[in-house]
């Protein structure tokens, strides 16, 4: 691991990265640490996973996709949380479930209206 001031030291078994002694002579300790021994990092359990998504997403046609996509997700998020909807209504998971189902499917179906979801002979359609 790599720190601010390009000082690189191994990590542990453990997931840790202990700078000490390389910190005392740093001229970016003031803005790295306040400890005494020196910097400590730590590394999260889900890390490999994060490294492994950080690097797909460098992709230039991972990129290309998720411009694609990401607005309307970003915009599906607003809708749901929208008019007060931040916080769930109910105590119990099963009742919040039943909630969320139901403004999901509102906002789904509000969607399908909107890009000309009509009934013909008993069949649904976008016209």
């Known amino acids: 691991m790599t720190c601010p001031g390009q000082q690189t030291v191994p990590i ?14 740093c001229p ?17 359990g889900n890390y ?7 690097r797909a997403a460098a992709d230039p046609d991972w990129q290309a996709v998720y411009r694609q996509h990401r607005p309307m997700v970003e915009r ?8 007060g909807h931040r916080r ?11 909630w969320l189902d139901h403004r999901v499917a509102a906002i789904n179906l509000r ?12 069949a649904w359609a976008i016209a």
Do not use: P, Y
């Open 12 to 25: 542990t078994a453990e997931g840790t990265a202990t700078f000490g002694a390389r910190c005392r002579t």
């Open 28 to 44: 970016l300790r003031q803005r790295c640490t306040t400890s005494k021994t020196g910097r400590k990092l730590g590394r999260l």
């Open 48 to 54: 490999d996973v994060l490294h492994a998504a950080r």
């Open 76 to 83: 599906s998020v607003a809708w749901l949380v929208a008019n």
């Open 88 to 98: 769930v209504r109910f105590r119990g998971t099963d009742r919040n479930r039943m």
């Open 111 to 122: 969607q399908l209206i909107r890009r000309g979801l009509t009934s013909t002979n008993g």
